[in-house]
């Protein structure tokens, strides 16, 4: 699931569609995307 949120949104940030293209949603999209690594490393740290 995380997995699967990493790609959409580093997809929507690499090439944003025009209504996502402002900073301020970008910017949020990018800290989550951010978060959503970090829960992905600590899920699959002891795996």
Same mark, same amino acid.
């Given at each position: 699931? !995380?997995?699967?949120?990493i790609t959409? !949104?580093?997809a929507?940030?690499?090439?944003p569609p025009?209504?996502?293209a402002? !900073?301020?949603i970008l910017e949020l999209l990018n800290q989550i995307l951010?978060?959503?690594r970090?829960?992905?490393a600590f899920f699959t740290?002891?795996?």
């Open positions: 699931m !995380v997995a699967e949120i959409e !949104v580093t929507i940030t690499t090439e025009p209504q996502l402002s !900073v301020q951010y978060f959503a970090l829960q992905l740290q002891g795996q």
